[in-house]
């Protein structure tokens, strides 16, 4: 009985994992998961200097507007490129410029010069490498998987590999800034970026996309338009992840005043509450990889986009710190499944020549909303309180999710044809 637990419990790891038997990507993996531990130390960090020195709510509000509106901007025109570039290619340069704008934000912070207005043109910069570098990104997961029935245990093994290090960063930045200030968490993203660069410096045999002969810049980018949002599965998941990060995704920008004046914390409040989030993400990550198909994934967009809402609306009426630690968990556990089946079923069913493109609109829903959605928390926040904020936002991502669960049967007759194609089911009733 034991030996078959511990069979079962190896099969279990082997299938959740099973994506890091390639070798890029295990290369990927390893080098992307020490990075993004310093990228959330300095989104952390970025919050909190920005709140000593303001005060104000509205001001979060604008500098995560400032960093995201850039990729709400290019994203489009980034896909059209990202679909010429070598792919591989773009992604060293987008982390090599990353890495200068965490050493240039560093070292205006170590040396106390640091001002608002430096802050919001950084961030500015960042958003703008961004653009491209996420469409690059997500299409670049791929070419690195050899097996293409792997690639839904990829993406979601990439969100375990965002949400662990949403887990680590932001405890580690909290301790950091009220021990030594933000300073050296900026120092030390900076570093991290060197992982990644040096992984993607050592994969090999990464294959060659055949070369297209590309129409006028301006045609390719209504063809992927149109293709996007032409087609009524891919339409309908863009708009439901465009809703939850606009009205969903502005309380992170509000938690350092829920951490402070709601909670009555400080830094390491704000830590903890983020890090329970990754804790939620990581769960709701690591249960999609443990999946071996993508069908079903319809109804569990379904879910997560409810249970994200709920969580929300809960943590709204809450001035307890251990019950604000569980609902953010599951405020994290909601969004992650959510996006990441999403990047899955898109991933699934997009033509191949056109996936840049595509993938641009994803990041423009899921990143580009939410900057207006920062903005929007931000303002109402100043206006309303953080709680009614919060509170509506939630309402709004349940609605949302009832709207989307009313469409699901008619898109899964659409897409279940392209399942077919490609024999992700064989004459199985449902998607």
Not at 5 to 22: M, P, V, Y
Not at 236 to 242: D, P
Not at 339 to 356: F, L, P, Y
């Amino acid at each position: 009985m034991r030996m078959n637990r511990a069979a079962r419990a190896q099969d279990g790891l082997k299938t959740i994992f099973r994506s890091l038997s390639h070798r890029n990507y295990r290369l990927f993996f390893g080098g992307q998961g020490l990075s993004l531990i310093g990228t959330w130390m300095q989104q952390i960090a970025i919050s909190w200097l920005v709140y000593r020195l303001t005060g104000s709510a509205l001001m979060l509000g604008v500098v995560g507007f400032s960093s995201r509106i850039p990729t709400f901007l290019l994203a489009p025109a980034a896909g059209v490129l990202v679909d010429r570039w070598n792919r591989h290619r773009t992604l060293v340069v987008t982390q090599t410029l990353s890495m200068i704008q965490a050493v240039i934000l560093a070292t205006l912070v170590l040396t106390g010069s640091i001002q608002i207005w430096q802050i919001i043109f950084l961030t500015v910069i960042l958003g703008i490498i961004n653009a491209f570098d996420v469409p690059a990104r997500q299409s670049f997961v791929v070419d690195m998987i050899g097996r293409r029935q792997d690639l839904g245990n990829a993406i979601a093994l990439n969100s375990s590999m965002v949400n662990g290090a949403r887990l680590v960063g932001p405890s580690l930045a909290g301790i950091l800034i009220a021990v030594v200030g933000e300073g050296l968490c900026f120092l030390i993203n900076a570093v991290s970026f060197l992982a990644v660069i040096m992984s993607l410096l050592a994969m090999k045999d990464i294959p060659k996309r055949p070369k297209a002969l590309h129409a006028h810049f301006l045609r390719g980018l209504k063809d992927g338009f149109s293709y996007a949002f032409g087609f009524a599965p891919i339409r309908s998941l863009l708009l439901l992840l465009a809703l939850v990060s606009l009205m969903g995704m502005g309380y992170m920008v509000l938690m350092p005043v829920f951490a402070k004046d709601i909670l009555h914390g400080g830094p390491n409040t704000f830590g903890f509450l983020m890090g329970a989030t990754g804790v939620g993400a990581l769960s709701g990550a690591l249960f999609l990889a443990s999946r071996k198909t993508v069908i079903g994934l319809g109804r569990l967009i379904v879910v997560s986009s409810g249970i994200f809402g709920a969580g929300l609306v809960c943590l709204s009426f809450t001035r307890i710190f251990v019950l604000s630690l569980i609902f953010m968990t599951v405020i994290g556990f909601g969004m992650m499944v959510q996006m990441a089946s999403t990047n899955t079923v898109i991933q699934t069913i997009v033509d191949e020549d056109k996936r840049g493109r595509v993938m641009s609109f994803y990041a423009m829903s899921f990143m580009g909303m939410t900057p207006f959605g920062s903005l929007l928390a931000g303002s109402l926040a100043h206006t309303i309180g953080v709680p009614y904020t919060v509170a509506i936002g939630g309402t709004c991502c349940l609605v949302g999710s009832l709207m989307f669960a009313r469409k699901l049967p008619g898109l899964r007759l659409l897409i279940r044809p392209i399942y077919l194609e490609k024999g992700v089911i064989r004459g199985d009733p449902a998607q």
